[in-house]
């Protein structure tokens, strides 16, 4: 059973516009999220992480939402840049254990920016 | 600086070979983990090495074997290798000791396995 899912595998958008990509877990027990993003043959890049006592986290154009009522939590991205074409992961963990809070991954979506 | 480098870049190896894959962090952090991805799946754990010690240990295969020579470096060797075996090898670390850890990966090791 996935606890975490990215129910859309691909997101097209034009350049400038904003990117909404959307993440829901099924584990109320999840507390720490975080966002990577992945160029092909690559390792994910650390984008924004935020924790379950905040609803909104923002690092430059890039903001993250979450909803604990919902389980859900959204990335946004704006203006989006034809760089920023890549997939994207939502991660899911449980805080404190240390180095054992393993993450749970979506399966990712594919984030395309028309130029 | 959250840097994480991986060698080889690419590896081909036959079912025979022994091979090493190796990680290198200099940001001070005390855990280190490997993870198997394969195309257009998300990342799967194999193992976690929390200040030297393997604390997780996901079922792995005993092909692949791991190795934390001390708190920068981390290998992992590899052994009689089946082809569904070839995938993207990640590398990733994090402090160790927070109450919310966030993982930094490195570029990967593209292994084919024939």
């Known amino acids: 059973d996935q606890q975490v899912k990215q129910n859309s595998p691909s997101l097209s958008v034009q350049e400038g516009r904003i990117s909404i990509l959307n993440c829901d877990y099924t584990?109320?027990?999840?507390?720490?999220f975080l966002w990577y993003k992945k160029y092909p043959a690559e390792g994910p890049t650390f984008l924004i992480s935020i924790s379950s006592i905040k609803d909104k986290n923002e690092d430059g154009r890039f903001t993250v939402f979450l909803n604990k009522s919902a389980k859900h939590l959204s990335l946004h991205i704006v203006p989006s840049q034809p760089g920023d074409s890549a997939v994207y992961f939502c991660?899911?963990?449980?805080?404190?254990?240390?180095?054992?809070?393993?993450?749970?991954f979506g399966k990712g979506i594919t984030l395309s920016v028309r130029p | 600086d959250t840097e994480v480098t991986q060698t080889p870049k690419h590896l081909v190896m036959g079912m025979t070979n022994k091979k090493s894959l190796k990680c290198e962090q200099h940001m001070g952090h005390r855990a280190m983990y490997w993870y198997k991805q394969k195309a257009k799946k998300p990342p799967e754990l194999m193992f976690v090495?929390?200040?030297?010690?393997?604390?997780i240990n996901e079922s792995v295969p005993s092909r692949f074997s791991p190795e934390c020579p001390n708190s920068s470096l981390l290998n992992l060797h590899l052994h009689a290798l089946q082809p569904e075996d070839s995938a993207l090898y990640l590398c990733a670390s994090s402090q160790g000791d927070r109450d919310m850890e966030t993982q930094y990966f490195g570029p990967g090791t593209r292994l084919l396995v024939l």
């Open positions: 090495y929390s200040y030297e010690k393997l604390s």
């Open positions: 991660a899911a963990s449980l805080s404190g254990d240390g180095a054992n809070s393993k993450l749970t």
């Open positions: 584990n109320s027990m999840f507390d720490y």
